[in-house]
């Protein structure tokens, strides 16, 4: 990015000189340009003094980055820290929000047992990304396509158990999820006739409960109606 003073001077040396000395810079770094002669004048009458213009090159001021340049570079120091060679792609969506998907060899260690490492990875990023952001960019990370595989997965296993409920007339307990996976199941099975859905228990162990309309189980100082 080119900037430029302008300096009087009793001559136009005297005025490129007093540039060279206010900027710090030598004629090899700069640009002149004389806008106004030196004039003596008769008997200092009518003297004016030079002007002249000095152009000068400055870098030019970094970029701020984005929600996606900030994303990338946390997960790009992240994953390297883990000692795993990622390819990352990122796609922005329609809402603002991000949608990475990670590739390459190591992938098992991205994922960990059955996610808990990239929901980890995860929750860093949308921390690291959003802290003193005035505006929040919500990012969603998958590898190999693990969550979708894992959601598809998760809807047989509400279905199936659905089954079971309507068939036995009893409550049926899945094992521990996290809340993503929680509302997996009861999304599934919110239009899914002849059974509701509930969570119960306390992190990490809250899971949901299928039961038939009429057999929903009871517990005591709990909303069994909560899809989380």
Same mark, same amino acid.
């Given at each position: 990015?080119?900037?430029?003073?302008?300096?009087? %001077?009793?001559?136009?040396?005297?005025?490129?000189?007093?540039?060279?000395?206010?900027?710090?810079?030598?004629?090899?770094? &700069?640009?002149?340009?004389?806008?106004?002669?030196?004039?003596?004048?008769?008997?200092?009458?009518?003297?004016?003094?030079?002007?002249?213009?000095?152009?000068?090159?400055?870098?030019?001021?970094?970029?701020?980055?984005?929600?996606?340049?900030?994303?990338?570079?946390?997960?790009?120091?992240?994953?390297?820290?883990? %000692?795993?060679?990622?390819?990352?792609?990122?796609?922005?969506?329609?809402?603002?929000?991000?949608?990475?998907?990670?590739?390459?060899?190591?992938?098992?260690?991205?994922?960990?047992?059955?996610?808990?490492?990239?929901?980890?990875?995860?929750?860093?990023?949308?921390?690291? &990304?959003?802290?003193?952001?005035?505006?929040?960019?919500?990012?969603?990370?998958?590898?190999?396509?693990?969550?979708?595989?894992?959601?598809?997965?998760? &809807?047989?296993?509400?279905?199936?158990?659905?089954?079971?409920?309507?068939?036995?007339?009893?409550?049926?307990?899945?094992?521990?999820?996290?809340?993503?996976?929680?509302?997996?199941?009861?999304?599934?099975?919110?239009?899914?006739? %002849?059974?509701?859905?509930?969570?119960?228990?306390?992190?990490?162990?809250?899971?949901? &409960?299928?039961?038939?309309?009429?057999?929903?189980?009871?517990?005591?100082?709990?909303?069994?109606?909560?899809?989380?």
């Amino acid at each position: 990015m080119q900037q430029s003073i302008e300096v009087t %001077g009793k001559t136009e040396e005297e005025a490129i000189n007093a540039a060279l000395r206010e900027l710090n810079l030598t004629r090899d770094e &700069v640009s002149i340009e004389i806008i106004e002669r030196a004039k003596s004048g008769f008997l200092r009458i009518g003297a004016s003094p030079a002007v002249v213009r000095v152009s000068y090159e400055v870098p030019d001021p970094p970029k701020e980055k984005t929600a996606a340049d900030r994303t990338e570079e946390f997960l790009d120091g992240l994953l390297t820290r883990m %000692g795993i060679k990622a390819e990352i792609k990122l796609t922005e969506k329609d809402d603002g929000s991000l949608y990475i998907e990670l590739s390459g060899d190591g992938m098992g260690a991205v994922i960990g047992r059955r996610g808990e490492t990239l929901d980890a990875i995860q929750h860093l990023t949308n921390y690291a &990304v959003n802290r003193g952001m005035e505006e929040r960019t919500h990012i969603s990370i998958d590898a190999e396509n693990y969550r979708s595989k894992r959601e598809e997965s998760l &809807v047989k296993l509400a279905e199936k158990m659905a089954e079971k409920a309507l068939k036995y007339h009893r409550s049926m307990a899945l094992e521990p999820m996290n809340s993503y996976e929680r509302h997996v199941i009861h999304t599934a099975l919110q239009n899914y006739e %002849g059974v509701t859905t509930c969570s119960t228990g306390v992190e990490p162990n809250r899971r949901v &409960v299928i039961s038939c309309e009429k057999t929903r189980p009871q517990q005591d100082g709990a909303n069994l109606t909560e899809q989380r």
